[in-house]
């Protein structure tokens, strides 16, 4: 079965840290893609990030970096040098085959809460 | 470019009353569509999904329902709200399979 978990429900963290939210999945496909979605309090989901399941290379986007590891299936992001317009609620999400009209299956999400 | 409208950006209505939401994308063709419904907790759960015009697929039994009349406007429909329907309701296009979902601004329904 198609699985993805974001065990930390809320962080809070002072604005110019780092900060790592964890994402862990399971899934019987052997090809997939990950996903990151940013929810700000304005609700739309916002897109980050789309990962294959053959590409394990860490990618970087400005203050924005993934670290995909097949071996622990995780894919977690660190955002660098938090701002408070970072604040949302993050999603990590799976696409397989065996996902229904191969829709995203979201997590739970984490809550981010960046203070000055 | 592509964009995806959807509306009304939030509702009330009472329980028994009828719903219908709407949501159309424009700058593509065939794309694949999506309703989600995101409840207090946060999580996102797949409604339906539509890969056709006149294609829908229930994931969830509820009083809902779905329907694609055109090849880019998703209906989402209800005959009787119940008090349980309440949330945020998300709607959504991707444009193949496992490729990246952009949603809508979500439109936010309370059943009173």
Known sequence: ?116 | SQTIHQWPATLVQPVGSPLSLECTVEGTSNPNLYWYRQAAGRGLQLLFYSVGIGQISSEVPQNLSASRPQDRQFILSSKKLLLSDSGFYLCAWSPGVMTEAFFGQGTRLTVV
Do not use: M
């Open chain 1, 1 to 116: 079965a198609q699985k993805v978990t974001q065990a930390q429900t809320e962080i809070s963290v002072v604005e110019k840290e780092d900060v790592t939210l964890d994402c862990v999945y399971e899934t019987r496909d052997t090809t997939y893609y990950l996903f990151w979605y940013k929810q700000p309090p304005s609700g739309e989901l916002v897109f980050l990030i789309r990962r294959n399941s053959f590409d394990e290379q860490n990618e970087i986007s400005g203050r924005y970096s993934w670290n995909f590891q097949k071996s622990t299936s995780s894919f977690n992001f660190t955002i660098t040098a938090s701002q408070v317009v970072d604040s949302a609620v993050y999603f990590c999400a799976l696409s397989g085959h065996s996902n229904s009209g191969y829709a995203l299956n979201f997590g739970k999400g984490t809550s981010l809460l960046v203070t000055p």
